[in-house]
Structure formats: structure tokens, C-alpha cells
């Protein structure tokens, strides 16, 4: 993956330029607390992907850079509002926008990156791209509330968390792919293969995503671990090992859940049940069986150093150190 | 008005249907969410003004019912993140979603809508509708923003004031009236000049909702009084009152603000302080000015129906009762 980064250096330098350059509200607050997220250490995985796909299918002009920088403005708005919706005071190991500046200001300038990536979205006057983002964003927001509704509930099924995962974080990993497709004015098909590349590839980020939670230890996420059991949410490993435990550990499980356990022994207890069950090998094997799919959309295209750069970023989306 | 909402009925029964069925998420706690806010006695006002407007430009078609109903999709997901923003409890007499579902709810649910109309709205396929939403949609963040970040200050200017008013109220409802003509295909000419009349009676429209703010009793308007003395927000009663009273008086202002009162004797004596300097009378006639600048641009138009029913509706923004 370092490979990657450094082959496309020149591409993803001129996404930070135009990401800074986008911004330049005339009050001073937005410009601030915009900066904070927008370099808050972000991988820009998806205006990567964005460009990756657009040189992949043909594309050689500069739209894909401006394209690219307006779904990380998408991208940011939504995690300004999970991270109020999921009351986080840490992103990435950094203080988050609505710890460092009040809930307010995190919502109103999600909106604001929100509303300003579509101003300039529309200004390109493709009806592809304006469909496609703007249903990924109301996919996102549908999953999100989706999840909502599921927490605490340990009894929905694994098609019903996989439907989450999908809205929530497949949506706009596939736009991106899709809008690289369309920017290089692809076909159809291939619009609709790397659509589909992009929603496999957004699935297995999720699904590792996580399965670390459980896994990993603290400092390589910049994150604590078992946020999701804290905070209710009912992810892969959980569900599997509510599948394959003894009815003993069921009834202790859901009281462990409803007691909300944040980093104590409650927590030891439920991974290590999770590693002797092999939950945690279940869901990873899940979230690279994804990754597979997502590489057989790819066999539309002929070979080429994009292509192998896609299917290194596929690998890199189910590994620890995203 | 009586008239106008009689005249105009059936238009607004088609409107109230439509965006019932625009729902339909088969998320259960979207639908009930979202029910719960579209149904809180909104007077649908920027629905009616975009129906008048088309009419007004000659259309006799049934998109300006979709595209009403998408307006006001984007007006309530502005108030369901406004009273989080603003703490609010309660709506026009009924709990805010924030307050019965968490604020979680609210702000997802917000995003929802919003995304929603967006898929909607580019389903027209018409680039000037694109256009003016998202730019509107743009301005009520970059506005909010602005009124979050003079908080507390009561040295703005009038003019600073007016800009916040213009970019938080003015432009979604100046969009729904710029909408209606573009509907009707109407001219360049006439496009602008019902953008500037909704600009100009949205902004009368906020400015005697703040000026109503200190002179209402809690009944008519269904909140209580002086919200906002007590949040910080600075309205143009406050300033015209800082520009004309002693420099005694300015210090214990700066002081009563500072300790953000409730409801009790200092309010008062702050109304009292606004109704000795004429600061309320000062700020009605200012609102009323913009209603009359308003109906200047409804002379390009020739006299109809619908001209007499947008100039009751002006004058109507103004009045205690909206």
C-alpha cells in the first residue's frame, strides 16, 4: 500500500490543495473547525479510490481532483455528526470537533460541508454524479438511523446488520467509484463494476472495522477497544457468538450488554468467549470473502498498474493499519 | 390570509399528501420521526409561496406540488437540527424529536430529510432548481454558523445582523418563490424578481420574529419569551436598544446578558428598557420595510389573483399570528 500512496503522490497532494482551497467561508469559525476535521489525519481512502477508478477507466483530465476533494467533504460531514451522535471526544486519537467547539458547531458545519460539497457537485451538471451522490447520502443517513434502531438488539439477523453496513459505509464508497467511472465517461457496465466494487470493498472495510474493535489493541486505532458493546451497537462478532455460545453465556451476554461495561473485565470476558467461539476469524474471514467479490468486478478491466493498485487498496481495506 | 389559505386549499391538501408519501423509508423510526415534525402545525408557508409564484408566472401544471412539498422536506430538517442547536424543548406547544427520541434521532433524522429532497430535487433534472437549493441550503448553515459565532457579542452591526437574517430565513424561502417561476419556465427577469420579493419577505419575516421574541406573551407564539436574551443571540430590538440608552444602562445590559436570564425580572426590565427607547417600534418598522421593499418587485408582474394573494401573504409574514 505505501507503493500506492507514493504513485499517485502528485494526485493526492492536489486533493489537499483543492480540499483547502474549497473551503474559504467568509466566517472564520466554519474555516476552523473545518480545518480541524479535514486534517485530522484522514487517509482519504476514497478520493484515492475516486481517482484510481477514473484512470482506470480512461481518464486523464484534473475533474477527478475537485471530485475527489467534494466526497471527503461528504465524507467529513458525516463523521462531524456520528461523532455527536455517538457522543466521541476522540477522532484518530485527536479531540473531537464537537469536544473541542459544542455539539452546535459540529452539526452546523457538517451541514455546511454538507450543503457546500453539493453546490459544487451540481455545478459539473451530470445527472449521474448528482444521483448517485445524492443517494449515497441518503443511504447514509438511513443506515445510520438504521443502526439506531437496532441497538441493544442482539436478536437482528446478520442480512439486517449487513444492510446496515452497506448503507452506512458501502454507499459513498461506491459513489466514489462509480462518479471516478462516469468522469471518464465509461459505459455503463463500467459504471456499474466499479459501483459494485466500491460497495464490496466499503462492506469489508466495515465489517474489519468492526471485528477490530474487538481485536485490536488500543493504540493502533487511536480508538479504545469495545466501543460498539459500550455504546449497544450489535456488530458481526457478537452476533456469531450469540450463534454458537451456550444458553448460560447468552443470558450473561445480554446482561453484560444492558449494563453498558466500558474497557473492565466484562469486556476481557466477552472477547475471549468471541476467540474460543472464533467470532473474530468468522467476521474477519467475512469481511475478506467481500474483498474477493469486490476483485471479481474488476475483471472487466484489462490489466494495468491502476487495476493493480485497486486490488492493492481492496487488500488494504481489511487490514489493521487503515 | 383567511382567504389565501381557502383559495388556495386544495393546492395545500395536495401538498400535505405529497409529503406523506415522499416518506416512506421502511425504517419505522424515520417514518414516525418524520411524521412527528412535518405534523407539528408548520403553516407551510414556503410551500404556499412556491405554488403562488408558479402560478403567478402563468403555470398550470402539478410539479410545483412535489417541489413544494421537497421545500418544506429541507425547511423541517433545518428545524429539527435548529433545536438541537438551540436546546429547545419544545415546538410551537408540542416536545421537540430531540426531546422524545435524543437528539441522535434528530440530527439523523435531519440529514434524512435532507438527503432525501436533494434525491428528489435532482430528479428534475432542471440545473437552476439545483442551483438555488443547494445554494440555499448553503447559506442557512453559513448563517447559523455566523449567528453561533456572535454569540454573546452585542457589538455587530445592523448590517451583520441583517446578513445572518438574510442567509438563515431569507434564502430557502427566497429559493421556494425563485422555484416557482423556474416551474413556470418564466424569464430570467422574472426568476430574479421573485427571488428578491421571497429574499426581502423572509427577511421581514425573521426580523419580526425576533422583535416578537420581546414583545410576545408566551401564548400567541407558543414558546416563551426573551429565548433570545437568554441564549446569547442578539436581534435588532437588543441593538437598537444598545445604540440609544445611557452608558448605565448599556453596563447592566452587557451584565443581565452575561448571566443569561429566565424568564424573570430582568427580562423585564430589558422590555421595559425596549419599550422606552422605541426599540420595538423600531425593529416592527424595519421588518415592515422590507415587506414593502418586497412588493416592489412584484410590479414587473401583471395584477392577478395570485399578486393579491402574495401581497397578503407579505404582509401576513409581519403579523403576530404566523
Not at 15 to 23: C, F, S, T, W, Y
Not at 219 to 240: A, R
Request: hydrophobic share 45%; aromatic share 8%; proline share 2%.
Amino acid at each position: 500500500m505505501t507503493e500506492v500512496w507514493e504513485y499517485y503522490r502528485l494526485e493526492l497532494v492536489a486533493v489537499e490543495d483543492q480540499i483547502r482551497q474549497n473551503l474559504g467561508s467568509k466566517v472564520a469559525l466554519v474555516n476552523t473547525v473545518a480545518a480541524h476535521i479535514l486534517n485530522s489525519g484522514g487517509k482519504r481512502i476514497r478520493p484515492l479510490l475516486l481517482i484510481l477508478c477514473a484512470r482506470l477507466a480512461g481518464y486523464a483530465g484534473r475533474d477527478d481532483v475537485l471530485l475527489a476533494s467534494l466526497i471527503e467533504y461528504i465524507h467529513t460531514a458525516t463523521l462531524l455528526h456520528d461523532d455527536v451522535v455517538d457522543h466521541a471526544e476522540f477522532r484518530r486519537g485527536r479531540r473531537t470537533a464537537g469536544g473541542l467547539w459544542g455539539n452546535q458547531v459540529a452539526i452546523l458545519v457538517g451541514d455546511y460541508l454538507y450543503s457546500k460539497a453539493i453546490c459544487h457537485i451540481v455545478g459539473f451538471r451530470d445527472q449521474d454524479v448528482n444521483e448517485c451522490l445524492s443517494e449515497a447520502c441518503r443511504k447514509m443517513a438511513e443506515g445510520e438511523l438504521m443502526q439506531l434502531s437496532y441497538k441493544d438488539d442482539a436478536s437482528i439477523s446478520e442480512r439486517e446488520y449487513l444492510k446496515v453496513v452497506a448503507y452506512k459505509t458501502g454507499s459513498l464508497i461506491a459513489a466514489a467509484c462509480r462518479i471516478g467511472a462516469v468522469v471518464a465517461d465509461a459505459d455503463p457496465a463500467f459504471r456499474d463494476a466499479l459501483f459494485q466494487f466500491g460497495q464490496a470493498i466499503g462492506v469489508a472495510f466495515q465489517v474489519a472495522d468492526d471485528t477490530l474493535d474487538y481485536a485490536a489493541p488500543r493504540e493502533s486505532l487511536g480508538k479504545s477497544q469495545g466501543n460498539d458493546l459500550g455504546e449497544g451497537n450489535v456488530t458481526l462478532p457478537l452476533l456469531h457468538l450469540r450463534r454458537h455460545c451456550t444458553d448460560a453465556e447468552r443470558l450473561r451476554l445480554a446482561e453484560v450488554m444492558e449494563k453498558k461495561p466500558n474497557g473492565n473485565g466484562e469486556l476481557a470476558w466477552v472477547v475471549s468467549l468471541m476467540e474460543r467461539y472464533g467470532s473474530i476469524g468468522y467476521a474477519m474471514a467475512t469481511a475478506r470473502g467481500f474483498v474477493r467479490t469486490a476483485k471479481v468486478h474488476l475483471d472487466l478491466f484489462e490489466d494495468s498498474v491502476h487495476k493493480r493498485a485497486l486490488q492493492v487498496v481492496a487488500d488494504y481495506m481489511v487490514s489493521r493499519d487503515h
